[in-house]
């Protein structure tokens, strides 16, 4: 199949994978999908980019040698980009970093087989890997002068001998044997952080394809560096959440309570105690949480202490029941996430009702997954409040 017509085909399933997640409205399998597709998409364009050859602005990137031309082939920079773009994809998911800097050069090195290959942030080099000499060393600060104009700028710079690449070490005898360069920033959010530089060890022209493996490759991994962030902002707002979450257990219940403890203090003072005991452990659980995820146990814990304190004020209006098997209370699940619904069915399910109901906690285990239910015969919402 020709080249074009593979890369249009594999476009059209990309979107079509696409369009399918997100009318199905699973929010984390379109996230997935479309960091896969997203990265596909450039492949692909990379892809028609170099079966459709074009003249170089750069009048010496014109004199192309046949064997530069033969390393760097079409197919050669179509497939190698592929592999990138999926090995790379999980290790750029934590952001761009020493170590992830450093994973990203190995896997470039080994597939595109380049002579030196460095990833800077905006102020020192996090990794570097080739054939090179000391001044190049992850940790230390950017030294050479086009590698902080192209960071400035915010465009890439192909330098052809090393008086252009402006390394202080230059003038100090070095004999490092880089003596070229393609430098492309990285970008998150149009705002540059960082730079990617790919070396060759003799001056003169760059091939064309090999300038467009360097931008292509900083292009990926700008678009990886850009999802991490979003990841990463989406779960410290989900944290964020469940945090306010936290600390807003109904004030209602707190104040409630809390005259309930009072008035038993006058008639039972040693049930009034040891309620007291009860809200000051559920509140220190609450605060000393953690993260978004606890165990059943725990969660189970909480709810005990809430229903205990419940049934002090209203008695026998209600009956709580629990059905966990003990082998499911190390499973993990989401902060709160039964103690709100417990608080619901009592509020508006049960306290309603003239006579006394139930609120039932149950778990199962199917498929490998972990099913919970909360349930009640309270008096229901009414038909008018269901929504269509």
Request: proline share 5%.
């Amino acid at each position: 199949m020709k080249p074009r017509l593979y890369a249009l085909f594999s476009i059209a399933a990309i979107l079509e994978i696409l369009v399918a997640t997100l009318l199905f409205q699973a929010p984390l399998l379109s996230a997935a999908m479309t960091f896969l597709g997203l990265n596909g998409l450039i492949v692909l364009i990379l892809s028609y980019w170099h079966h459709s050859p074009r003249q170089v602005t750069n009048s010496s990137l014109k004199n192309n040698d046949e064997d530069e031309m033969e390393k760097y082939n079409a197919n050669g920079i179509f497939d190698s980009t592929l592999q990138i773009a999926h090995q790379t994809l999980p290790v750029l998911r934590g952001g761009l970093n020493a170590t992830s800097a450093k994973k990203t050069a190995d896997i470039i090195m080994n597939i595109a087989e380049v002579p030196g290959i460095a990833i800077t942030n905006r102020e020192q080099v996090l990794t570097f890997l080739g054939v090179g000499c000391e001044y190049h060393q992850p940790g230390t600060k950017i030294k050479t002068e086009a590698t902080k104009e192209v960071i400035a700028t915010g465009q890439m710079k192909v330098v052809q001998t090393p008086q252009g690449l402006c390394c202080p070490s230059y003038h100090e005898g070095c004999n490092c044997p880089l003596k070229a360069a393609v430098i492309v920033p990285l970008k998150c959010r149009e705002e540059v952080v960082g730079a990617l530089k790919l070396y060759q060890v003799k001056e003169g022209a760059f091939s064309q394809h090999f300038v467009r493996l360097a931008v292509g490759l900083a292009e990926l991994l700008s678009l990886q560096v850009e999802l991490a962030e979003l990841d990463r902002q989406r779960q410290l707002l989900t944290e964020a959440k469940l945090e306010a979450l936290n600390a807003q257990i109904n004030p209602h219940f707190f104040f409630n309570t809390l005259n309930t403890i009072i008035s038993f203090s006058r008639t039972d003072p040693e049930r009034a105690r040891k309620l007291l005991i009860r809200l000051a452990g559920m509140f220190r659980q609450t605060l000393n949480r953690h993260g978004s995820l606890t165990t059943l146990r725990d969660e189970l814990e909480c709810v005990n202490t809430y229903v205990s304190l419940e049934k002090a004020r209203f008695g026998e209006r209600f009956q709580y029941i629990q059905d966990v098997p003990s082998s499911l209370l190390e499973y993990r699940i989401p902060v709160l996430s039964l103690q709100p619904l417990v608080e619901n069915s009592i509020n508006h399910g049960l306290l309603p009702k003239e006579e006394p109901g139930w609120v039932k906690i149950s778990a199962r285990l199917a498929a490998n997954e972990l099913h919970l239910r909360v349930s009640d015969n309270g008096v229901g919402i009414p038909q008018n409040k269901i929504p269509l």
